[in-house]
């Protein structure tokens, strides 16, 4: 009922800028939010950036300032664009789609994930 795919995970220097886009597909009754998660290698997935429909862009302490999360509602596509980006940013990036069905059902769907890896 419901794909998340993301793309634009890429080796990039340290200070340098990347942007992510993640495309979700399908037919639901309503996307709810949309958002950012990653994880590095020896770490636990966490929160890097979401979003609600009508609602603020939330983030990660450690990359407010840095990261741009932004949605295009129409197209049912979210972006993240990192600039200033470090080392420890390097992570697997999933995307995840919130939703809500046409069975008036709860619907939660990650991506494959994509890396990034910043170098120094």
């Known amino acids: 009922q419901l794909l998340v795919e993301e793309s634009g995970g890429c080796l990039v220097q340290a200070g340098g800028s990347l942007r992510l886009s993640c495309a979700a597909s399908g037919i639901v009754f309503s996307m709810d939010a949309m958002g950012w998660y990653r994880q590095a290698p020896g770490k636990r997935r966490e929160l890097v950036a979401d979003?609600?429909?009508?609602?603020?862009?939330n983030y990660v302490e450690s990359v407010r300032g840095r990261f741009t999360i932004s949605r295009d509602n129409a197209k049912n596509m979210v972006y993240l664009q990192m600039n200033s980006l470090k080392p420890e940013d390097t992570a697997v990036y999933y995307c995840?789609?919130?939703?809500?069905?046409?069975?008036?059902?709860?619907?939660?769907?990650w991506g494959q994930g994509t890396l990034v890896t910043v170098s120094s």
């Open positions: 995840r789609a919130e939703a809500t069905g046409w069975s008036h059902q709860y619907l939660e769907v």
């Open positions: 979003i609600r429909s009508g609602g603020s862009p």
